[in-house]
């Protein structure tokens, strides 16, 4: 089931399962700023990551000294069995409580909420983790929500870049053809205007994603070369970012993260996962991002 929220400027779309973002719509102009979720090419439009980012090492993981095989990006993507929580009139909340499904994957009782706000032309989500648990629970967190490109008709996607909020010299660490990410093999990136601008191309993500492990910046815009900026994402408080596109995708995913997937040379302990949050017995998490439309 779909639920809608609007306010003077923006429109949005949640679908109940996954609690994933399917429309951002600007109402003066009716313009569409999320990627259509084309099956064809990639079904998803912003999966919520938790308690895990990416691919576990050969699909599994120790947690307390016993194996739990966690899916590709955790527990919230493609589950529908979140609730709408509550509705008000600037902000959707979801909701997913630890039940016997997921604790056959994830060993912890918990209560998490997405909360999605609109606030003049800012879209903000808001992630809450709370630990029912009896011991320190862990996880990763992150958002992945993926942008039009291009974005304006007779634009190509070429004609887009991203534009950091300072300069960069970061090299990104190498996802692996089994979905981990290397701790020592990193690729060069194509920085522009001396680390300011990541200009955008299908080759680009040839090599699967770029992972962020230590920019400076924590806003990115996306801006086209022919009309100027499209929108802000700002993801203070978040440790890692990445940046992803199907090869043959007409989108960009910009997603905050907080962890990463498996190392490749990881031990297939959950504990040693890096950027793992530990929340002690009823402790909230929050973290949030912000999307504005420019």
């Not at 194996?67 to 909340?93: M, W």
């Not at 040839?206 to 022919?226: G, M, P, T, Y």
Request: charged share 25%; proline share 5%; net charge negative.
């Amino acid at each position: 089931m779909d639920h809608h929220l609007e306010n003077e400027l923006l429109r949005i779309t949640v679908q109940g399962t996954g609690a994933e973002l399917k429309s951002l719509v600007k109402r003066e102009t009716g313009q569409e700023y999320i990627w259509s979720g084309d099956p064809a090419v990639w079904a998803s439009t912003a999966p919520v990551l938790f308690p895990i980012i990416g691919n576990l090492k050969e699909g599994k993981t120790r947690i307390e000294g016993r194996e739990y095989a966690i899916p590709k990006h955790g527990i919230i993507r493609h589950n529908d069995q979140l609730e709408l929580y509550s509705k008000r009139e600037d902000r959707l909340v979801f909701r997913l409580c630890s039940s016997e499904e997921t604790y056959a994957v994830y060993p912890y009782h918990f209560d998490f909420r997405i909360t999605f706000r609109l606030r003049n032309e800012h879209l903000i989500v808001y992630h809450e983790v709370l630990n029912r648990d009896d011991r320190p629970m862990l996880f990763h967190l992150g958002g992945h929500p993926a942008f039009r490109v291009p974005f304006y008709v007779g634009d190509t996607y070429e004609d887009y870049y991203l534009r950091f909020e300072h300069a960069e010299d970061s090299v990104s660490y190498q996802v692996t053809d089994a979905g981990t990410v290397s701790n020592t093999d990193t690729r060069p990136v194509p920085w522009t205007e001396g680390g300011k601008v990541l200009p955008l191309t299908h080759e680009l993500f040839a090599q699967d994603a770029l992972v962020f492990k230590d920019l400076e910046s924590r806003s990115v815009n996306l801006e086209s070369r022919n009309h100027g900026p499209v929108l802000k994402l700002d993801y203070a408080g978040w440790t890692h970012l990445g940046v992803w596109a199907k090869t043959n995708g007409d989108f960009i995913c910009l997603e905050p993260w907080i962890g990463l997937a498996d190392a490749a040379e990881g031990d297939g302990e959950f504990a040693h996962k890096e950027g793992i949050i530990s929340l002690e017995p009823n402790d909230v998490y929050e973290m949030s991002y912000d999307i504005k439309i420019l």
